[in-house]
C-alpha cells in the first residue's frame, strides 16, 4: 500500500525543543494525513486536555498523492482537539501548501507546549527555526503573508498562518493557508493562536519519492477535459437546486429556502468570478476568484456554504456583501460556515436579517473579541441561551448547508459524524440530490437502508482526507482507481477508514460523548431517526449508547515520550 514517507517532527514551542523520530510502524497502517494525524493525536493528547492548553497538539500531514502530478491532490490535513467541539477532529485545506510541506521530508509535523511570545516557526529539510514576532500582533492573515513573503521571500503557498481571530481564540478560528485556503471547521485556528504561533512556514526539497501509478495522468487528462459545471461556478453551482428542493438554510434555519436566491446563486458568482483558480496540480481549478468592478472589492469564494451562512442564513440578497463577509473571514481567520451561522443567530435574536453593516461590524468584532463580538466569539452552543435562540448545532459545530430536514439522511449522517454538523464527514448529500449515478441515489425521505452506506462514506473519506485526494474527485476517482491508486485492496482502505472513525469516536468517549450528542436540532423530523442510529452502531460494531467497546481500538502505539 502507498504511504507517506518520512519521520514524524515534534516542535514544542514552550521548550523550543525539536525531535524527529521514526513513524513508520504506522505508516503501513495509516496512508498519511488524517489517519495517521488521528492515530498520533488518539495516543498523545490526554483524554483530560484542555484544547487551548499546551498539552494539545496540532497534527499537520499530507499523503503519498503528493508526490504525484495528479489533479484533486492539492490539499493536507490538520488534526487536534477541537475548542469548538471538545472533541478530537480532522479538518482539510487546499491551495498550494501541501506540496512545500512534502519537500520538508517529513510524514508529518506535531505541534505541542505553548510559548509566551508571538513566533514564526519555519521549517525546513534542513531545520526549524522559531522567530520571535511582536509586532505581528493581530496582524491580518493578508498582512503576515506579506511580512513572510518580504522578510523571508515565502510566498502565501508555503505559509500556514492565523489572523487575529486565532490569537483571541474564537472558537471557531481557521488555519489559513494560501493566504484564502482554509483548515476551517473546528477552531483548529485557536489551538495554534493558544501556542503562541502566527505561522508555520514549510520549504524544501526533500528527496522522498513515491512512486504513483500511471492511472494517475488518465485521471489528470479527464479532469482538464471535464465540462463540468463546478469549473465555472465552484460549490456555488449547488445553491439553485438546493434552494428548489426546500434545502437551504434561511434565516438562522426557519425556513429552507430564501425567495432571493437568485440574486446571490452560481449564476451571480459566475458573474463576479475574472479568472480561474485552482489548487497546485489541479486542472479540475473550481476555486473562484472574484472581484466587483464597482467597489474594487476582491475575494476567492464565496463558495456554496458561505453563500448559505452569510447568504440566505442571514437573510442577505446583495452577492457583494456575501462577498466582503468572506473576505472579512478570510483576513481576520475565521471558518466562514460557522461565523456566518453565528452572526445569523445573533441577527435572529436582534431581529436584523439582512443587516450587512451590522453583519460586517459584527465578524470584525468576534475576531477581535470586542463587545458581543466576545460572547459570540464562543460559538452558537456555548451562547444560544445568552442570545435566547435555538442552538443550531450538532456537538458544538454549527451547521453547513445541505438541510438534513430535507435530506433524511444528511441529517442523520450529522448526527453521527464525530466532528459535528459538518457535512463533509460523510458527504451523504450527494446520493439524495441527483448528483450521483441514479442507481446508487436514494429517496430524501427518511433514513431506511442508508446507515450502511453512511459508514462506508465516512470510511472512503478517512482515505480520501489520508492519501490526501480532494472530494470533489467523485466523478473521476471512484473505488477502484483508488485502490489502483494507492496500490491497496478497496476492503482493506475502508477497514483503516473504520478504525480511524472508531479512534475518533473512542476519544471523545473519554471526554464523554455517547448517544445523547449523536443528536439533531429535529430529530423528531426524520422518520425513524432512532432505528437509523441504531443501525449505524450495529454496523460499527460499537456499543448502543454510541460509545466503542473497550478493547476495540488501537492506536498504533506511538505515545509520547512525555
Ligand atoms: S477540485 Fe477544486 S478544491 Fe479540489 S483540489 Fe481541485 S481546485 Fe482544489
Known amino acids: 500500500m502507498k504511504h507517506v514517507q518520512g519521520p514524524l517532527c515534534t516542535i514544542d514551542v514552550g521548550?523550543?525543543?525539536?525531535?524527529?523520530?521514526?513513524?513508520?510502524?504506522?505508516?503501513?497502517r495509516s496512508v498519511g494525513g488524517r489517519a495517521l494525524g488521528t492515530r498520533l493525536a488518539h495516543d498523545r493528547i490526554p483524554f483530560d486536555a484542555d484544547p487551548l492548553g499546551p498539552e494539545n497538539r496540532l497534527y499537520l500531514a499530507t499523503g503519498p498523492l503528493q508526490h504525484s502530478t495528479m489533479s484533486f491532490t492539492g490539499?493536507?490535513?490538520?488534526?487536534?482537539?477541537?475548542?469548538?467541539?471538545?472533541?478530537?477532529?480532522?479538518?482539510?485545506?487546499?491551495?498550494?501548501?501541501?506540496?512545500?510541506?512534502?519537500?520538508?521530508?517529513?510524514?508529518a509535523l506535531e505541534v505541542t507546549g505553548s510559548s509566551d511570545e508571538l513566533l514564526v516557526v519555519h521549517v525546513t529539510d534542513e531545520g526549524v527555526e522559531f522567530e520571535s514576532v511582536p509586532d505581528l500582533a493581530e496582524a491580518t492573515v493578508f498582512e503576515t503573508?506579506?511580512?513572510?513573503?518580504?522578510?523571508?521571500?515565502?510566498?502565501?503557498?508555503?505559509?500556514?498562518?492565523?489572523?487575529?481571530?486565532?490569537?483571541?481564540?474564537?472558537r471557531f478560528a481557521s488555519i489559513m493557508t494560501s493566504k484564502e485556503r482554509a483548515f476551517g471547521r473546528g477552531g483548529l485556528g485557536a489551538v495554534l493562536g493558544?501556542?503562541?504561533?502566527?505561522?508555520?512556514?514549510?520549504?524544501?526539497?526533500?528527496?522522498?519519492?513515491?512512486?504513483?501509478?500511471p492511472i494517475q495522468m488518465e485521471i489528470h487528462g479527464e479532469a482538464a477535459q471535464s465540462d463540468h459545471i463546478m469549473k465555472r461556478q465552484g460549490t456555488s453551482s449547488v445553491a439553485s437546486y438546493a434552494d428548489s428542493v426546500e434545502a437551504l438554510p434561511t434565516r438562522y434555519f426557519s425556513e429552507l429556502s430564501f425567495e432571493h436566491i437568485d440574486d446571490i446563486d452560481g449564476d451571480r458568482i459566475e458573474e463576479k468570478k475574472y479568472k480561474k483558480g485552482t489548487c497546485s496540480a489541479c486542472a479540475f481549478a473550481c476555486k473562484l476568484p472574484t472581484k466587483d468592478d464597482e467597489t474594487g472589492l476582491e475575494t476567492e469564494g464565496p463558495e456554496y456554504e458561505t453563500l448559505m451562512a452569510f447568504g440566505s442564513n442571514s437573510g442577505v440578497d446583495d452577492i457583494v456583501?456575501?462577498?466582503?463577509?468572506n473576505k472579512l473571514c478570510d483576513e481576520l481567520g475565521l471558518d466562514t460556515i460557522s461565523a456566518g451561522d453565528v452572526v445569523a443567530a445573533y441577527l435572529a435574536s436582534e431581529d436584523e436579517f439582512g443587516n450587512a453593516e451590522l453583519i460586517h461590524e459584527t465578524?470584525?468584532?468576534?475576531?477581535?473579541?470586542?463587545?458581543?463580538?466576545?460572547?459570540?466569539?464562543?460559538?452558537?452552543?456555548?451562547?444560544?441561551?445568552?442570545?435566547?435562540?435555538?442552538?443550531w448545532t450538532v456537538k458544538?459545530?454549527?451547521?453547513?448547508?445541505?438541510?438534513?430536514?430535507?435530506?433524511?439522511?444528511?441529517?442523520?449522517?450529522?448526527?453521527?459524524?464525530?466532528?459535528?454538523?459538518?457535512?463533509?464527514?460523510?458527504?451523504?448529500?450527494?446520493?439524495?440530490?441527483?448528483?450521483?449515478?441514479?442507481?446508487?441515489?436514494?429517496?430524501?425521505?427518511?433514513v431506511e437502508g442508508k446507515p450502511p452506506k453512511i459508514v462506508e462514506l465516512e470510511n472512503v473519506n478517512v482515505i480520501k482526507d489520508s492519501a490526501v485526494l480532494c472530494k470533489f474527485s467523485r466523478s473521476f476517482v471512484d473505488e477502484e482507481r483508488l485502490a489502483t491508486l494507492l496500490d491497496a485492496?478497496?476492503?482493506?482502505?475502508?477497514?483503516?477508514?473504520?478504525?480511524?472513525?472508531?479512534?475518533?469516536?473512542?476519544?471523545?468517549?473519554?471526554?464523554?460523548?455517547?448517544?445523547?450528542?449523536?443528536?439533531?436540532?429535529?430529530?423528531?423530523?426524520?422518520?425513524?431517526?432512532?432505528?437509523?442510529?441504531?443501525?449505524?452502531?450495529?454496523?460499527?460494531?460499537?456499543?448502543?449508547?454510541?460509545?466503542?467497546?473497550?478493547g476495540a481500538v488501537d492506536g498504533g502505539g506511538v505515545p509520547a515520550d512525555d
Request: charged share 30%.
Open 75 to 107: 490539499r493536507m490535513s490538520a488534526t487536534a482537539l477541537s475548542p469548538l467541539t471538545d472533541g478530537l477532529l480532522s479538518s482539510n485545506a487546499g491551495g498550494f501548501l501541501s506540496r512545500n510541506f512534502t519537500g520538508t521530508g517529513y510524514s
Open 15 to 28: 521548550e523550543r525543543s525539536v525531535e524527529t523520530e521514526s513513524v513508520d510502524g504506522l505508516l503501513e
Open 321 to 325: 456583501d456575501v462577498m466582503k463577509s
Open 194 to 213: 493558544s501556542k503562541g504561533i502566527k505561522a508555520i512556514t514549510f520549504d524544501g526539497d526533500s528527496t522522498n519519492e513515491v512512486e504513483i501509478p
Open 489 to 550: 485492496d478497496y476492503d482493506e482502505l475502508l477497514e483503516i477508514g473504520s478504525e480511524i472513525v472508531a479512534l475518533e469516536r473512542h476519544f471523545n468517549n473519554q471526554r464523554g460523548f455517547d448517544r445523547s450528542d449523536d443528536a439533531l436540532p429535529y430529530d423528531d423530523q426524520i422518520p425513524g431517526f432512532e432505528e437509523g442510529l441504531e443501525e449505524y452502531y450495529a454496523e460499527r460494531g460499537w456499543n448502543d449508547d454510541g460509545t466503542v467497546p473497550d
Open 363 to 391: 465578524v470584525e468584532k468576534i475576531a477581535y473579541r470586542e463587545g458581543i463580538g466576545d460572547t459570540l466569539a464562543e460559538g452558537v452552543d456555548r451562547v444560544h441561551d445568552e442570545l435566547g435562540v435555538e442552538n
Open 396 to 446: 458544538g459545530m454549527e451547521f453547513s448547508a445541505h438541510d438534513g430536514r430535507t435530506l433524511n439522511g444528511q441529517g442523520l449522517a450529522f448526527a453521527t459524524s464525530n466532528r459535528g454538523a459538518d457535512h463533509m464527514y460523510a458527504e451523504f448529500y450527494p446520493y439524495e440530490y441527483p448528483l450521483v449515478d441514479a442507481e446508487d441515489a436514494f429517496e430524501k425521505e427518511g
Open 145 to 170: 503573508c506579506e511580512y513572510i513573503e518580504d522578510e523571508h521571500g515565502l510566498g502565501a503557498e508555503h505559509t500556514v498562518v492565523v489572523g487575529p481571530a486565532g490569537e483571541n481564540e474564537v
